[in-house]
């Protein structure tokens, strides 16, 4: 027998030894059984997410179905006024005393708490804001139910990493597995799940958390699709691209979506600014919203609820051009109202529901001018959805992809991608951030400038300054002020880490006091230029072991 053949046993256990051995003792096994069960619990809720929407639904439109435009032309025009505002008074009082916050959670806190370490989504308040979910889009506010499902499945993961005992490496994972199997249940769309939780909450591609994610994905689809059936969320027609001499079209409808995606941001920061400076009790704040957008659904009742019945209308052409503009104004305004007023509810439904209506107008259009070339009303409609929603979102591939698995048509890559990459362009050149990213900004996080940013405005002195050297008996020591009564070069406590290096850099210092200035101006400790670069290093150290391992 060759020498070669006697050492290959040994030779491959010096190779894979030390690999098993690596995955045995982070316990990767056990954390893709905890990611199967995360998807599946996940998938458990978006349905009775979705039921208990139907159910409340049907207590005053008596159907249970997401067709609310069929069932409200058959109601009094009181009766739709009213409904959104009797569901607000509920919905206030929920907001006043089960949510510590005074707020529903979103897709932005999911992402706040992957960002932070110990931020986590508690499973009780992800609970309750999943009820008050509930109550506001089954009274009718314009909004949709897939980013309150991906804030339910982050609270859902975080309660069973706790229960299992979890290695560290995997709480972010596991809480972007939460979120993949949300999408995927939500959407009956598993690639759009795993590739949303690497896009949005993770935020980059990592390969060891690429298996639970996807465990996770392919275990929320599969329990939706035994409730609800393996069928696409819109049964649409197959279209066909007329020509290639479209592309210009396609381009062209890249930069009308991205105008609509950046007015609609602007309305949502916008009547948020005006609502957050109106003197008024949280209670009734979303009794006001709710005679608004009722006032509104009177005339056009698409703006009700998720607005699924309407973009399938603009998908199979059933819609003519003024209607579809009109309610580019209606449910612009009818969303910016629910959210300002703190309805439930998010904004992907909203997108779609907006690309549809400018992807249907823009494609009569085009049909007008160029009848022998232009492809149909109903194939500009998603390349609408794609190219609003992947704006807001700041999600291009996963929002392309969510379009083809929510349509069927894959057909249409080269028409989608050109749109989409155009109008989330020309949105990141104006608005410079996805709505997710205001949001987070709004809260003092800003994550879109980079790790290294992040890390900077976060860290505070306190974290790495070194305590006074006193006695025990020893009086506390204060930082006097010089003759022209100006305190020394110090630094507080509270100080970020980005302000510390650019004292310690102006000055050319190297130890600074640190001072308490509400006891004051106690010396607290003292902060060396080497620390706080040494400690912005281990920083960024390891964000990248994570961004590479995780």
Same mark, same amino acid.
């Given at each position: 027998?060759?020498?070669i053949?006697?050492?290959l046993?040994?030779?491959?256990a010096?190779?894979?030894?030390?690999?098993?051995?690596? #995955?045995?003792?982070?316990?990767q096994?056990k954390?893709?059984l905890?990611?199967?069960i995360?998807?599946?619990m996940v998938?458990?809720?978006?349905i009775?997410?979705?039921e208990?929407?139907?159910?409340v639904?049907?207590?005053?439109?008596r159907?249970?179905?997401e067709?609310v435009?069929s069932?409200?032309?058959?109601?009094?025009?009181y009766?739709i006024?009213?409904?959104p505002?009797?569901?607000?008074a509920i919905?206030?009082?929920?907001?006043v005393?089960?949510?510590?916050?005074r707020?529903?959670g979103g =897709?932005?806190?999911?992402?706040e708490?992957?960002?932070i370490d110990?931020r986590?989504?508690?499973?009780?308040?992800?609970?309750y804001?999943?009820?008050v979910?509930v109550?506001s889009?089954g009274?009718?506010a314009?909004?949709?139910r897939?980013?309150p499902?991906?804030?339910?499945?982050?609270?859902?993961?975080?309660y #069973?990493v @706790?229960l299992f005992?979890?290695?560290?490496?995997s709480?972010k994972? $596991?809480?972007?597995?939460?979120?993949?199997?949300a999408?995927s249940a939500?959407?009956?769309?598993?690639?759009?799940?795993v590739?949303?939780a690497?896009?949005?909450?993770l935020?980059?591609?990592?390969? @060891?958390?690429f298996?639970p994610? =996807?465990?996770?994905?392919?275990g929320g689809t599969?329990? !939706?699709?035994?409730?609800f059936?393996?069928?696409?969320?819109?049964?649409i027609p197959?279209?066909?691209i007329t020509s290639y001499?479209?592309l210009?079209?396609?381009a062209?409808?890249?930069?009308?979506?991205?105008?609509?995606s950046?007015i609609?941001?602007?309305?949502?920061?916008?009547?948020?600014y005006v609502a957050r400076n109106?003197?008024i009790? $949280?209670y009734?704040?979303p009794?006001?919203g709710?005679?608004m957008?009722g006032s509104?659904?009177?005339?056009?009742p698409?703006v009700?609820?998720?607005?699924? +019945?309407?973009t399938?209308?603009?998908?199979k052409?059933q819609l003519?051009i003024?209607?579809?503009?009109?309610l580019?104004?209606?449910k612009?305004?009818a969303?910016?109202i629910?959210?300002?007023?703190r309805f439930g509810?998010g904004?992907? !439904?909203?997108?779609l529901?907006?690309?549809?209506?400018t992807?249907?107008?823009?494609? $009569?259009?085009?049909?007008?001018?160029?009848? +022998?070339?232009?492809?149909s009303?109903g194939?500009y409609?998603?390349?609408?959805?794609g190219?609003v929603?992947?704006?807001v979102l700041?999600?291009?591939?996963?929002?392309?992809?969510?379009v083809?698995?929510l349509?069927?048509?894959?057909?249409l890559?080269?028409?989608?991608?050109l749109a989409v990459?155009?109008?989330?362009?020309?949105n990141?050149?104006?608005h410079?951030?996805?709505?997710?990213e205001?949001?987070l900004?709004?809260?003092?996080?800003?994550?879109?400038?980079?790790p290294?940013?992040?890390?900077?405005?976060?860290?505070?002195?306190?974290?790495?300054?070194q305590p006074p050297?006193?006695?025990?008996? +020893?009086e506390?020591?204060?930082?006097?002020?010089d003759?022209?009564g100006k305190?020394?070069?110090h630094?507080r406590?509270?100080?970020?880490?980005?302000?510390a290096?650019?004292?310690?850099?102006d000055?050319?210092?190297?130890?600074?006091?640190v001072?308490d200035?509400?006891?004051g101006?106690?010396i607290?400790?003292e902060?060396?230029?080497v620390?706080?670069?040494?400690y912005?290093?281990q920083?960024?150290?390891? =964000?990248s072991?994570?961004?590479?391992?995780?």
């Amino acid at each position: 027998m060759p020498e070669i053949l006697r050492k290959l046993p040994y030779l491959l256990a010096q190779w894979i030894g030390p690999n098993l051995t690596g #995955f045995r003792t982070t316990r990767q096994l056990k954390v893709w059984l905890v990611a199967l069960i995360i998807g599946m619990m996940v998938s458990i809720a978006a349905i009775l997410f979705r039921e208990a929407i139907g159910l409340v639904q049907w207590t005053w439109l008596r159907d249970r179905s997401e067709h609310v435009i069929s069932a409200a032309e058959h109601l009094p025009w009181y009766v739709i006024l009213l409904t959104p505002a009797i569901g607000g008074a509920i919905v206030g009082w929920c907001l006043v005393n089960l949510l510590p916050l005074r707020r529903t959670g979103g =897709v932005a806190d999911v992402i706040e708490a992957r960002a932070i370490d110990g931020r986590d989504i508690e499973l009780k308040p992800s609970l309750y804001a999943a009820a008050v979910h509930v109550l506001s889009l089954g009274f009718g506010a314009s909004a949709g139910r897939e980013g309150p499902m991906v804030h339910l499945g982050a609270g859902i993961s975080t309660y #069973f990493v @706790r229960l299992f005992e979890l290695p560290g490496w995997s709480h972010k994972t $596991l809480l972007a597995s939460g979120v993949a199997a949300a999408v995927s249940a939500s959407f009956n769309a598993p690639i759009a799940g795993v590739l949303f939780a690497h896009e949005i909450i993770l935020g980059h591609y990592a390969r @060891r958390s690429f298996v639970p994610i =996807v465990i996770a994905s392919v275990g929320g689809t599969v329990f !939706s699709r035994f409730w609800f059936g393996n069928v696409a969320a819109f049964e649409i027609p197959v279209y066909r691209i007329t020509s290639y001499w479209e592309l210009p079209a396609f381009a062209l409808l890249g930069l009308v979506c991205a105008l609509v995606s950046v007015i609609f941001q602007f309305a949502l920061v916008g009547t948020d600014y005006v609502a957050r400076n109106i003197n008024i009790s $949280l209670y009734l704040r979303p009794v006001i919203g709710g005679l608004m957008i009722g006032s509104i659904a009177v005339f056009f009742p698409h703006v009700l609820g998720v607005g699924y +019945e309407a973009t399938d209308m603009a998908l199979k052409n059933q819609l003519d051009i003024w209607l579809m503009i009109g309610l580019l104004v209606a449910k612009t305004a009818a969303t910016a109202i629910t959210l300002a007023s703190r309805f439930g509810g998010g904004v992907f !439904s909203p997108a779609l529901y907006l690309g549809a209506m400018t992807g249907g107008a823009f494609g $009569l259009i085009a049909s007008n001018v160029f009848p +022998e070339l232009a492809s149909s009303q109903g194939l500009y409609s998603i390349l609408g959805m794609g190219a609003v929603a992947a704006a807001v979102l700041g999600a291009p591939f996963s929002t392309t992809m969510i379009v083809f698995e929510l349509t069927g048509g894959y057909a249409l890559t080269i028409a989608l991608l050109l749109a989409v990459s155009i109008s989330t362009g020309i949105n990141q050149a104006i608005h410079g951030h996805s709505y997710f990213e205001w949001q987070l900004e709004m809260r003092g996080h800003f994550f879109s400038a980079g790790p290294h940013k992040y890390v900077m405005r976060s860290t505070r002195v306190s974290q790495f300054m070194q305590p006074p050297q006193r006695e025990d008996n +020893e009086e506390e020591v204060r930082l006097e002020e010089d003759e022209d009564g100006k305190l020394p070069p110090h630094l507080r406590e509270n100080d970020n880490l980005e302000t510390a290096l650019r004292t310690f850099d102006d000055g050319g210092h190297t130890h600074l006091p640190v001072i308490d200035p509400k006891r004051g101006n106690v010396i607290v400790g003292e902060a060396t230029q080497v620390t706080a670069l040494a400690y912005f290093n281990q920083a960024l150290v390891k =964000v990248s072991e994570e961004e590479h391992r995780c």
